[in-house]
């Protein structure tokens, strides 16, 4: 059941929070009217597993994917859900503008390329976690790709999918993010620290002649990190805002929520220290440790 371990959330032991989690699905279940092989259906998992969650044979949690899926499914809170929390309701706007979905698959049939396709002629702003996608090489991508939840097959074809995305003259895309991130790169600090001085030259050059290459449908601002933090998200357009989390995305598409998104991206725009036209000159110019 690839089950996610709470232990120490909230300083609580994890058998109080499995034990609340229990009683309150329980409670779900009975409320629902529905029995146990079509409550499991409505939240994706199979009839088995919802069986041991109402045991109590394990004092492990569900997966975060699956317990976000029953709070939205019942219409309550996570934090109801795992006791951690007396309010058992979560607001009409998010109900209605919240969904979650994995980070997994062959990219062409990811609901992410269906958000890039329909941005189209709008306006992508993109905080990446690391290195942006498209200008990491396939031996870059190939090291990192231990810590990402798609196949290698699937992180080089989303790769080549953004950086033909770029090279369409109706994009728009704005890229901002700390500029120490490529310094740590370059010195081969962080994550990178095993990864060899010829494999980060190579980076360093290939990404120099894309941001020369697709200027200016996609642009790379670079903030000072000591001032400024950002977690990592995409604005597509007007219509949607997808955080990043590790192996899913949190997606909000109320739009008070872009819009303040939106206004966060474009105030690290205004910090920024190196704006796009002087991006490709900035990493040509970062000293390989």
Not at 96 to 124: C, M, P, Q, Y
Not at 145 to 165: C, G, I, K, N, W
Request: aromatic share 8%; charged share 25%.
């Amino acid at each position: 059941m690839n089950d996610f371990d709470f232990e120490g959330a909230s300083g609580m032991d994890k058998r109080d929070l499995s034990g609340t989690f229990r009683d309150r699905l329980k409670g779900l279940l009975q409320r629902s009217g529905l029995n146990q092989s079509a409550f499991a259906a409505a939240v994706g998992i199979d009839r088995s597993a919802l069986s041991q969650l109402l045991s109590g044979a394990s004092a492990r949690l569900p997966r975060a994917e699956t317990l976000l899926r029953i709070a939205a499914e019942h219409q309550v809170s996570l934090d109801w859900l795992l006791g951690l929390s007396q309010d058992e309701g979560i607001t009409g706007e998010l109900r209605e503008s919240l969904e979650i979905t994995e980070a997994r698959g062959g990219f062409n049939d990811t609901l992410l390329a269906k958000w890039h396709a329909e941005a189209v002629g709008t306006k992508i702003r993109y905080v990446p976690a690391g290195i942006p996608d498209l200008l990491r090489t396939e031996a870059v991508i190939l090291y990192e790709a231990e810590a990402m939840p798609q196949s290698r097959t699937a992180q080089l074809s989303e790769a080549q999918y953004r950086v033909d995305y770029n090279r369409r003259p109706e994009t728009d895309m704005e890229v901002c993010m700390p500029r120490q991130t490529l310094e740590l790169f370059a010195k081969g600090e962080g994550i990178w620290r095993t990864l060899p001085e010829p494999v980060r030259a190579e980076q360093i050059v290939h990404m120099a002649q894309l941001l020369d290459d697709l200027y200016p449908t996609f642009r790379l601002f670079l903030y000072d990190g000591r001032k400024r933090y950002s977690a990592p998200y995409t604005v597509f357009g007007p219509y949607r805002a997808a955080l990043y989390m590790g192996g899913m995305y949190l997606v909000l598409s109320a739009t008070s929520s872009v819009t303040t998104l939106t206004r966060h991206f474009d105030g690290l725009i205004r910090g920024a220290e190196i704006n796009a036209h002087e991006a490709a000159d900035f990493v040509k110019s970062l000293r390989l440790g």
